[in-house]
């Protein structure tokens, strides 16, 4: 299979992104005025085009470019799956020469995706810390300001 790595999207190639996103469970409700907000603040986008420039596979990352780089949204088109593509974005990502010197990358993914993000040295045990999250719909209103904790 012959496909071409880009680090910007046409207009075709966000339409792609978003066919791509509607298969999935956890992108399928993304609207393009905010996907394209987010690749605006994406600071490496990572896409694998076909001989007609349409996106096939896609990954984004959020960095300081020195400790922490954060990985979202590794994701391939359905038909493409199964050819090794994901693990090409992945390749891409590590060995980027703007992300090499990262101490530290991190993403979210699926129980069942542990054994595939492995193979780069990503593990879910992370010791003594614990990932937090907060959800912008799910925060209680009146919350202290924590210094006490501090």
Not at 20 to 45: C, G, P, Q
Not at 116 to 142: I, K, V
Request: charged fraction near 25%.
């Amino acid at each position: 299979m012959t496909y071409r790595v880009i680090e910007d999207l046409t207009e075709n190639q966000i339409s792609d992104l978003l066919d791509l996103y509607k298969n999935e469970f956890w992108s399928h409700k993304r609207t393009r005025e905010k996907v394209i907000k987010m690749l605006a603040a994406s600071d490496i986008i990572i896409g694998l085009i076909d001989e007609g420039d349409r996106l096939i596979a896609f990954t984004r990352v959020l960095t300081d470019f020195v400790y922490r780089a954060t990985i979202y949204d590794v994701i391939v088109k359905p038909t493409h799956r199964k050819m090794g593509l994901g693990a090409r974005l992945m390749d891409i990502v590590v060995n980027h020469p703007q992300l090499c010197s990262v101490e530290q990358f991190a993403l979210y993914c699926l129980p069942e995706m542990i054994p595939f993000y492995e193979r780069w040295g990503f593990t879910a045990d992370l010791g003594e810390f614990r990932l937090m999250c907060r959800n912008h719909q799910s925060h209680p209103e009146n919350i202290s300001s924590g210094d006490e904790l501090l």
